[in-house]
């Protein structure tokens, strides 16, 4: 069974920065897709960030120039880098795995930014 487990969320003051690590119990072979989605409590979840085999990041409206998504192949974890936070960017991460055209889902990481 392929484990996914994000780690790094926590509490930060506006304008602060946390970064999240997402890592797979397996190999990432092509074709393959990890990112973040986000969720607040009564709210839909939303795509924070992705990144694929390709390597073109793909980040929400709302973090482009805050978030930055990279990846460590050998380590097959993908990070995610957030500075400047907003009160808004608090939540439950979700990291996930698309592989072979299954996917994956973490247990996800709380990141709350207090005014």
């Known amino acids: 069974q392929v484990q996914v487990v994000e780690s790094g969320g926590g509490l930060v003051q506006v304008g602060g920065s946390l970064r999240l690590s997402c890592s797979a119990s397996?190999?990432?072979?092509?074709?393959?897709?990890m990112g973040w989605y986000r969720q607040e409590p009564g709210k839909q979840r939303e795509l924070v960030a992705n990144l694929g085999t390709g390597g073109v990041p793909n980040y929400a409206d709302s973090v482009k120039d805050r978030f930055t998504i990279s990846r460590d192949n050998a380590k097959n974890t993908v990070y995610l880098q957030m500075n400047n936070l907003k009160a808004e960017d608090s939540g439950v991460y979700y990291c996930?795995?698309?592989?072979?055209?299954?996917?994956?889902w973490g247990q996800g990481t709380q990141v709350t930014v207090s005014s």
């Open positions: 397996v190999r990432i072979l092509a074709p393959w897709t």
């Open positions: 996930y795995l698309i592989r072979f055209g299954n996917t994956f």
